[in-house]
């Protein structure tokens, strides 16, 4: 088939499915057709195709794409077209990828089930009363529907490897700094990263290959050489060392999540990996911590949100100040004022040190724990997620309840370590449970080979 049919099927997927899942707050044929097009004239002059020539991808909607709206699921950017396109975005271009549509987030990548989008909410495709998780719910529940083959997503503290949970797919949240945040809306600017989500560990690996890369337009970005991950597939695992984390498999954990996560755990041994019971005793503060540092960046990131210099502004305030703080009331949701809140209180000059330097502590001793225990195993692994998906309205209204299912995604993001979500199995109610497997830094080539040996 040519790209363009392919284009075509995916966007007739999107017209047939998406008014009940609601994975895209935009879809974008004009664009996938011109792009396909370019894919089969290369093919057809005989010229070379990059390595996603053709393959339907969605886009989460903070990231920006040059001429297309990206509205972080905000209204403040409710009509914002960026001038200029991120550096995944730039790489997806050049490698033929087609960009079929902006996937659906929580605003501002805040929240974990993607209801606090200011448009609307997606549904998880396995069961349309429940979240497809979040933040990155669009990104997942799209590639679940099969309304395109891969998606990107961001992960501050769980955003790709729980909604890759709750939707039975593949996420990774790779290394931070080994791909570009240039062009990403910043969220908590030391713990966002850009990933992949695909059906397969392999399409992860091909989409990580495309936009992992030193750039100089990302002060973060590490100078690193990007192997071919796909290299890393390999069917067995003699002589790997996997850590369980005992504090993961603790209280909040659903006994159902907890005996499908066990059974995998048995699957890595019968592949011959050996088993290594691990203690990070430091994790239980992870949520403590990152809900004061990930606010605290989030309230200088969103400071630029003014009325002046992006977004919307409202039309009749009668001096600046008014207009600064109408234009935000107005503009973000309440998710996100309750971030900005927090954040400028935790950076407050008389509170700085109770809260974000005690925070900061609290990182390090978590990097720490992790040190120690990959001087002992090639990878870790937990559940993803205490829960599968829960139904849609259930946690909404309480934030906390909301914060405590990142429980075994956040340590990762505050030590910057690579992380990905395999399926591996169903809950008692058939929703797909999936396992953490967490690597050393830059040691994505660990988990992925565990991660295909298993799936
Ligand atoms: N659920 C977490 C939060 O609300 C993580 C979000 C993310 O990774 N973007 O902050």
Known sequence: RSATEIAQEALKRIDSVDAKVNSFLLVTPEHALAQAKQVDDKIA?????GPLAGIPIGVKDNICTQGTKT?????????????????????????????VGKT?????????????????KTANPWNTD????????????????????????SDTGGSIRQPASFCGIVGMKPTY???????????????????????????????LNTIAGHDPKDSTSLKVEVPDYTTFLKPDLKGKKVGVIKETFGEGLDSSVAAVTQKAIDQLKDLGAEIVEISCPTFRYGIAAYYIIAPSEASANLARYDGVKYGNRV??????????METRAKGFGA?????????????????????????????????QDFDKAFEKVDVLVSPTAPTTAFKLDEKFSDPLSMYLNDLMTIPVNLAGLPGMSVPCG??????????????????????????????
């Open 426 to 455: 169903l809950d008692s109610n058939g929703l797909p449970v999936g396992l953490q497997i967490v690597g050393n830094v830059l040691r994505e080539d660990q988990i992925f080979q565990v991660a295909h040996a298993f799936e």
């Open 335 to 367: 998710e996100v004022k309750r971030r900005i809140m927090i954040g400028t209180y935790a950076l407050s000059s008389g509170y700085y040190d109770a809260y974000y330097l005690k925070a900061q502590k609290v990182r390090t001793l978590i990097k």
């Open 104 to 120: 659906n987030m929580d605003e501002f990548a805040m929240g974990g089930s993607t209801e606090t989008s200011a448009f609307k």
């Open 45 to 49: 002059a005989g010229e070379d195709i």
């Open 177 to 207: 700094g080994l791909v570009s945040r240039f062009g990403l809306v910043a969220f908590a600017s030391s713990l966002d990263q850009i990933g992949p989500f695909g059906r397969s560990v392999e399409d992860c690996a091909v989409l």
């Open 315 to 324: 039309e009749d305030a009668s001096n600046l100040l008014e207009m600064y």
């Open 130 to 153: 429940c979240v497809p998780g979040g933040s990155s719910g669009g990104s997942a529940a799209a590639v679940a529907a099969d309304e395109c083959v891969v998606s990107l997503g």
């Open 71 to 99: 509205t972080c699921a905000s209204k403040i950017l409710e009509n914002f077209v960026p001038p200029y396109n991120a550096t995944v975005n730039q790489k997806l271009l050049d490698a033929g990828a087609v960009m």
